[in-house]
């Protein structure tokens, strides 16, 4: 089995940073692709960001593109998001979640493992 542990959300101000990192561990040779989605209050889970297993691929929701940066480091089984010039509409709970197959994967049912969240909350 795969536990991931996500860490880095909060609270800050529109138009500042913040760093997520998902943590891996247990099975974590079987991890392929990884992702972030997030879930707004009433919304359903939307994928934010994923990337391949070698890093070589990546995606970005429009509504980040540019603002948002995904990366990984596979000796230390871990996942990252950057995310700059944050708005309040980026407020939401972020999962962190995996995949064993090495490509990336907009569908949230294609994920076989997925972290308890990190709320990130952006105040106006």
């Known amino acids: 089995q795969v536990q991931l542990v996500e860490s880095g959300g909060g609270l800050v101000q529109a138009g500042g940073s913040l760093r997520l990192s998902c943590a891996a561990s247990?099975?974590?040779?079987?991890?392929?692709?990884m992702g972030w989605f997030r879930q707004a209050p009433g919304k359903e889970r939307q994928l934010a960001s994923a990337?391949?297993?070698?890093?070589?691929?990546?995606y970005y929701a429009d509504s980040v593109k540019g603002r948002f940066t995904i990366s990984r480091d596979n000796a230390k089984n871990t996942v990252y998001l950057q995310m700059s010039s944050l708005k309040p509409e980026d407020t939401a709970a972020y999962y962190c979640?995996?995949?064993?197959?090495?490509?990336?994967?907009?569908?949230?049912?294609?994920?076989?493992?997925w972290g308890q969240g990190t709320q990130v909350t952006v105040s106006s």
């Open positions: 979640a995996a995949r064993r197959s090495v490509s990336v994967s907009r569908a949230l049912k294609e994920y076989d493992y």
């Open positions: 247990g099975r974590s040779f079987s991890i392929g692709a």
């Open positions: 990337i391949s297993r070698s890093g070589g691929s990546t």
